[in-house]
């Protein structure tokens, strides 16, 4: 009898994963919590004009502790305006990246202006602080303007990095701090990066006017990075507006107007090696400076879709991908990589009740630059029981001449 008991339970196992979300309004964006290890996806350009801009994105208060994932999928948030209600340690769309990413994001008109309040110690228009092997990718910050009197550390997309990667970010920005005070503060501006303490960048760019014109005379101001520590920069540059946007600029210290001269000129690039700008990530043909070459990107036009099926049954997961290089694939089981799956399909050729239940499945797309992953699809599994002989839950089912409507007698109780 408590054999026939056994076979009648149901044990669910529930396991914990990172779930994703999309965001799709400024609402939205602004309820990412503290802390979060989730994955977002922004699915919607949002600007000035999107609904529930006055009041969040007008006075923004930036994601704090994020140790997530965020996927822009190309798309922009614009008209970005800084911390005018309170003042932070370090201030950015992201308060503080730890661990976590950001990529395939647009920032367009920025604005951090206001004298006194806002700004925080460290402030980057992307995130006030990348520590802990966090990432920022494939993330551009244009015509945006910092200029305050607060901010200690300042740079057109970090603040400061503290042990982080930067990869195919460039910038595009005014940063004119006047800090100043007793004693003496220590002020690093940089159009891409203010303090660059330990970690990479590669494949990155500032272009734009970096000044500082407080009283301070512990100051460092540079159109990439103000200070750097354990850093290595590899494929990166700089280009100083002469007029500002749009006129002829100075390369570095000496003056070049054409892109060609941006990625062979010593004095241009700022690289460990003197390596050349890498013309398969950038494209340089009649533009004043570099832009990323969209053949570089790795774009999924069919993610895995979610599969419910009848344990034992097989789960075949897809997915489609496109690139001008050649891609690679790795499928992941929550978040995990799966020993061994590499191709664009990934099947479970026996699944198991109630272990793979719930289960989320996904795949990191890379190519020779860059790595994008897709959307988790969910793994729903139905018990072997619950379809005995073909016959789905629900239906009366007779076992030994017993019919289930009779079973709690047969297992002596009322």
Same mark, same amino acid.
């Given at each position: 009898?408590?054999? =026939?008991?056994?076979?009648?339970? !149901?044990?669910?196992?529930?396991?914990?994963?990172?779930?994703?979300?999309?965001?799709?309004?400024?609402?939205?964006?602004?309820?990412?919590?503290?802390?979060?290890?989730?994955? +977002?996806?922004?699915?919607?350009?949002?600007?000035?004009?999107?609904? *529930?801009?006055?009041?969040?994105?007008?006075?923004?208060?930036? %994601?704090?502790?994020?140790?997530?994932?965020?996927?822009?999928?190309?798309?922009? %948030?614009?008209?970005?305006?800084?911390?005018?209600?309170?003042?932070?340690?370090?201030?950015?769309?992201?308060?503080?990246?730890?661990?976590?990413?950001?990529?395939? =994001?647009?920032?367009?008109?920025?604005?951090?202006?206001?004298?006194?309040?806002?700004?925080?110690?460290?402030?980057?228009?992307?995130?006030?602080?990348?520590?802990?092997?966090?990432?920022?990718?494939?993330?551009?910050?244009?015509?945006?303007?910092?200029?305050?009197?607060?901010?200690?550390?300042? *740079?057109?997309?970090?603040?400061?990095?503290? $042990?982080?990667?930067?990869?195919?970010?460039?910038?595009?920005?005014?940063?004119?701090?006047?800090?100043? *005070?007793?004693?003496?503060?220590?002020?690093?501006?940089?159009? !891409?990066?203010?303090?660059?303490?330990? $970690?990479?960048?590669?494949?990155?760019?500032?272009?734009?006017?970096?000044?500082?014109?407080?009283?301070?005379?512990?100051?460092?101001?540079?159109?990439?990075?103000?200070?750097?520590?354990?850093?290595?920069?590899?494929?990166?540059?700089? +280009?100083?507006?002469?007029?500002?946007?749009?006129?002829?600029?100075?390369?570095?210290?000496?003056?070049?107007?054409?892109?060609?001269?941006?990625?062979?000129?010593?004095? *241009?690039?700022?690289?460990?090696?003197?390596?050349?700008?890498?013309?398969?990530?950038?494209?340089?043909?009649?533009?004043? +400076?570099?832009?990323?070459?969209?053949?570089?990107?790795?774009? %999924?036009?069919?993610?895995?879709?979610?599969?419910?099926?009848?344990?034992?049954?097989?789960?075949?997961?897809?997915?489609?991908? @496109?690139?001008?290089?050649?891609?690679?694939?790795?499928?992941?089981?929550?978040?995990?990589?799966?020993?061994?799956?590499?191709?664009?399909?990934?099947?479970?050729?026996?699944?198991? +009740?109630?272990?793979?239940?719930?289960?989320?499945?996904?795949?990191?797309?890379?190519?020779?630059?860059?790595?994008?992953?897709?959307?988790?699809?969910?793994?729903? %599994?139905?018990?072997?029981?619950?379809?005995?002989?073909?016959?789905?839950?629900?239906?009366?089912?007779?076992?030994?001449?017993?019919? @289930?409507?009779? =079973?709690?007698?047969?297992?002596?109780?009322?």
């Amino acid at each position: 009898m408590r054999k =026939l008991t056994a076979l009648l339970l !149901l044990v669910l196992v529930c396991g914990s994963s990172a779930a994703t979300i999309n965001i799709g309004t400024w609402n939205q964006l602004s309820n990412i919590p503290s802390g979060t290890t989730n994955r +977002y996806v922004l699915k919607a350009d949002l600007d000035s004009s999107s609904v *529930g801009y006055t009041g969040l994105a007008d006075q923004w208060e930036h %994601i704090e502790n994020f140790s997530g994932v965020f996927d822009g999928e190309g798309h922009s %948030i614009s008209d970005l305006e800084y911390g005018k209600t309170s003042y932070h340690d370090a201030d950015g769309l992201f308060g503080s990246i730890l661990g976590g990413s950001v990529s395939n =994001l647009v920032l367009i008109n920025p604005q951090c202006n206001n004298v006194g309040n806002e700004g925080g110690h460290d402030f980057g228009f992307i995130a006030g602080t990348l520590e802990n092997d966090g990432l920022i990718q494939n993330c551009y910050v244009t015509s945006g303007i910092h200029s305050n009197n607060s901010s200690l550390r300042i *740079g057109g997309l970090v603040g400061t990095v503290d $042990g982080g990667t930067l990869r195919n970010c460039y910038t595009d920005v005014i940063i004119n701090n006047s800090r100043s *005070g007793i004693p003496n503060p220590t002020v690093r501006h940089g159009g !891409l990066v203010g303090v660059f303490t330990a $970690g990479e960048m590669h494949n990155c760019f500032s272009v734009g006017t970096v000044e500082y014109t407080g009283t301070s005379t512990d100051e460092s101001t540079w159109n990439l990075v103000g200070e750097t520590g354990e850093a290595g920069a590899f494929n990166c540059g700089w +280009y100083n507006y002469a007029g500002g946007p749009g006129a002829p600029g100075i390369w570095a210290d000496h003056e070049e107007t054409n892109a060609t001269a941006f990625y062979t000129s010593d004095h *241009g690039v700022y690289t460990d090696g003197d390596e050349p700008w890498d013309t398969n990530v950038w494209y340089f043909s009649g533009l004043t +400076y570099p832009l990323f070459d969209a053949g570089s990107l790795v774009a %999924i036009t069919s993610h895995p879709q979610d599969i419910e099926v009848v344990a034992p049954a097989s789960a075949i997961f897809s997915v489609t991908a @496109t690139s001008d290089d050649d891609l690679y694939y790795q499928w992941r089981t929550n978040t995990v990589d799966v020993s061994g799956e590499t191709n664009s399909t990934y099947t479970i050729a026996s699944t198991t +009740y109630p272990d793979d239940n719930g289960m989320l499945v996904d795949v990191v797309v890379t190519n020779s630059l860059i790595s994008v992953t897709s959307d988790s699809a969910v793994l729903t %599994i139905t018990a072997p029981w619950s379809h005995i002989g073909g016959v789905s839950r629900g239906t009366v089912l007779v076992v030994g001449g017993v019919s @289930t409507g009779n =079973l709690a007698r047969v297992l002596g109780r009322p």
